[in-house]
């Protein structure tokens, strides 16, 4: 079989699998791309997430994870949710209402080379989903399957930004897309506008350290900074605020991966259920959820956080 057929019978594959988009980037060092991530890290933007400045020279060449690598496959899954929490109860962000994506998109991966081994051959490859040693972003971009927004997200043209980004990298040589060329972000500004906090600066840069996904999901500390009082807008666990005002979300359609329907408290609790959540209920409530990342005394801190008023300027 050629690299044509290949090539034709993964993004078949993928799509079967529930995958939204497949796009194929041929596997090289991606320096320029390194270099930006080190700037950001030597500003301190990774706030205390150390583990962002770990792998670097990983992140560098697709060969140093997969011996031989030829191919760079990149996957987008749509997380896009069909119904909305209540107007006024904490909010949490879309990726985190239904169950976590880590495990449902790993098991799509794993069955991707399976389905490759079996139809194809003896082939290397290894999956990653949101991992430390992958510029998932830069391959899908290389990929064609959108470009990086001022609100630091990949933005698809078709369907916007809420996807989730997989990658499976392959030592097996494919036919390659055309790297995404433009940048349909134009004059907008309305993510850095609307940024409760200012984390979004000039040059497409995310000053994670400011980003309120960063304080209610990351921050292991106590307590949140007192600068941030009354800033959050609500939100407990995440921030979707960059992606909800982006003129591109538009296009959003409700995902088909029945895992990500939201948990029904997400959808149904009030302000006062939130408050009344004891730890049992909140291990059951989350038990395959990426919300158990904040872990329970973290969401109460978060819930605790956004329901105080803030302090009077001195
Ligand atoms: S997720 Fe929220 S806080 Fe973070 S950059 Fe976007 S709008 Fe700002
Ligand atoms: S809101 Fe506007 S500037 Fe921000 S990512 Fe979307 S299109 Fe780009």
Redesign the pocket.
């Given at each position: 079989m050629s690299n044509n057929n290949h090539t034709y019978l993964i993004k078949a594959w993928s799509r079967e699998l529930g995958f939204d988009y497949c796009g194929i980037a041929q596997a090289q060092r991606l320096d320029d791309d390194a270099r930006r991530l080190e700037a950001w890290l030597n500003k301190g933007m990774n706030g205390t997430m150390a583990y962002m400045a770990n792998h670097f020279d990983l992140r560098i060449d697709p060969s140093r994870l997969v011996p031989g690598a030829r191919s760079v496959i990149t996957l987008l899954l749509n997380y896009f949710p069909g119904m909305q929490q209540p107007s006024g109860a904490p909010r949490f962000s879309k990726y985190a209402y239904g169950e976590d994506y880590h495990e449902v998109i790993r098991e799509k991966l794993r069955q991707l080379l399976a389905k490759i081994r079996t139809n194809i051959g003896e082939v290397e490859g290894r999956g990653f989903v949101d991992s430390a040693p992958v510029l998932e972003r830069s391959w899908a971009v290389r990929s064609g399957l959108g470009w990086v927004?001022?609100?630091g997200?990949l933005?698809n043209r078709q369907s916007g930004s809420f996807f989730f980004i997989a990658t499976l990298i392959v030592d097996l040589g494919l036919e390659y897309d055309a790297p995404f060329a433009g940048d349909?972000?134009g004059t907008?500004?309305?993510?850095?506008d609307a940024c409760p906090t200012e984390a979004i600066l000039p040059d497409k840069v995310v000053d994670g350290s400011k980003c309120i996904s960063y304080f209610t999901i990351e921050l292991k500390d106590l307590l949140i900074p007192e600068d941030m009082k009354g800033k959050f807008e609500g939100w407990a666990f995440g921030c979707d605020t960059?992606q909800d005002?982006?003129?591109?979300n538009r296009f959003s359609k409700p995902t088909q991966e029945p895992a990500f329907s939201p948990v029904p408290a997400i959808l149904n609790f009030s302000t006062g259920d939130w408050e009344q959540l004891t730890e049992d209920k909140f291990r059951e409530i989350f038990r395959n959820s990426p919300v158990k990342r904040a872990k329970y005394a973290g969401l109460r801190r978060n819930l605790r956080f956004i329901s105080s008023p803030a302090s009077p300027p001195a």
């Open positions: 927004g001022k609100n997200n933005l349909y972000c907008c500004r309305r993510c850095i960059c005002v982006c003129p591109w």
